[in-house]
Nanobody, 125 residues
Framework: QVQLAESGGGSVQTGDSLRLSCAPS????????MGWFRQIAGQEREFISV?????????YSESLKGRFTISRDHATKTTVYLQMASLKPEDTAVYYC?????????????????WGRGTQVTVSS
């Protein structure tokens, strides 16, 4: 059982940057591919990016590639980050991290085994 905890969300202005973190609070995420999703109010959960367990392969949603960067802690390989740049009001959402042990790469939330509770990001104009 892996428990994940996101942090780093908050309220920012258009054009700002923000870095989200995802760390395991129970068990280890070391052998898992780690993904980031977001859910805008009233919409389905949307895939952002996933990084493999080694941290040397990354896969992005085409629509978000370029502004969002995923990374993994080099030393421990357990904490995963999502660096977000040039934020827009339409990026306002709850951001979730998730762990997937089996499929690479996966942009489908049903393939992920464990989820965090999410962190709210609000971008105002």
């Amino acid at each position: 059982q892996v428990q994940l905890a996101e942090s780093g969300g908050g309220s920012v202005q258009t054009g700002d940057s923000l870095r989200l973190s995802c760390a395991p609070s129970g068990g280890t995420s070391l052998w898992f591919h780690m993904g980031w999703f977001r859910q805008i109010a009233g919409q389905e959960r949307e895939f952002i990016s996933v990084i493999n367990w080694r941290g040397d392969k990354k896969y992005y949603s085409e629509s978000l590639k370029g502004r969002f960067t995923i990374s993994r802690d080099h030393a421990t390989k357990t904490t995963v980050y999502l660096q977000m740049a040039s934020l827009k009001p339409e990026d306002t959402a709850v951001y979730y991290c998730a762990a997937d042990r089996k499929i690479w790469p996966s942009d489908r939330d049903v393939n992920y085994d464990y989820w965090g509770r999410g962190t709210q990001v609000t971008v105002s104009s």
